[in-house]
């Protein structure tokens, strides 16, 4: 039996096992935060549903966890499915959401070009990047968003990125892209991945 380390809505740690994922499996409402996000790591197709119907009502994150969960499943007509549930989501951020993983999930280029994109919204562009945080499992493509990304923040070298406070808004975004930094070198051994590492860490390097 598989044990899953998960976030409920309070942004508390708990464990989710796949006992816990059968019985949640059985009901027909929707899940909770932290069965999304358990269902996540688990990739079950047997919760796709769930997930589905996960997506809508009024706890904002639940939404978010059932989106990252389908984003990880990775799984054909998710992407369509968030965009026309986004168009009738009257949570603006929730929605936003719902377009930047749809974005990912039409491949890590279309999620580059839209960041690179300098009329993006300001807001998808950082969506777009905390797409990763989640249990995505990631392309070389991942690496060389995460890298374009770490370079725009460090250089401000897109029109939004000049607006943003050093130290309350680039800050953390940095932070974050570091910490993403330390996930991938422990999970990963593929050649492609490494090297995205070692770049990311020039680049941090370079901008200290």
């Known amino acids: 039996m598989a044990i899953y380390e998960a976030f409920n809505g309070d942004g508390d740690g708990v464990v989710v096992s796949d006992v816990d994922l059968d019985h949640a499996a059985r009901d027909d409402g929707p899940f909770t935060t932290e069965l999304a996000d ?3 790591q688990a990739r079950r197709t047997d919760l796709v549903e769930h997930l589905r119907r996960s997506l809508v009502g009024d706890d904002r994150a639940r939404k978010l966890a059932a989106a990252k969960a389908l984003l990880a499943w990775g799984g054909r007509g998710a992407g369509k499915l968030l965009e ?3 168009v009738s989501e009257p949570d603006t951020v929730v929605a936003k959401s719902f377009i930047a993983v749809a974005t990912r999930l039409r491949g890590p280029q279309v999620a580059l070009e839209r960041f690179d994109d300098p009329d993006t919204d ?6 777009l990047v905390s797409n990763y945080n989640s249990h995505l499992r990631l392309e070389s493509g991942d690496i060389r968003f995460l890298i374009t990304a770490l370079r725009h923040y460090l250089a401000r070298s897109l029109p939004w990125l000049t607006k943003l406070r050093p130290d309350t808004e680039l800050g953390p975004a940095r932070s974050a892209l570091l910490q993403l930094l330390s996930a991938l070198a422990e999970h990963t051994d593929e050649d492609d991945i490494v090297t995205g590492v070692k770049d990311l860490r020039a680049a941090l390097s370079a901008g200290s």
Do not use: D, E, G, Y
């Open 84 to 86: 026309s549930t986004a």
């Open 122 to 127: 300001p807001q998808l562009a950082r969506l």
């Open 38 to 40: 358990a269902a996540a």
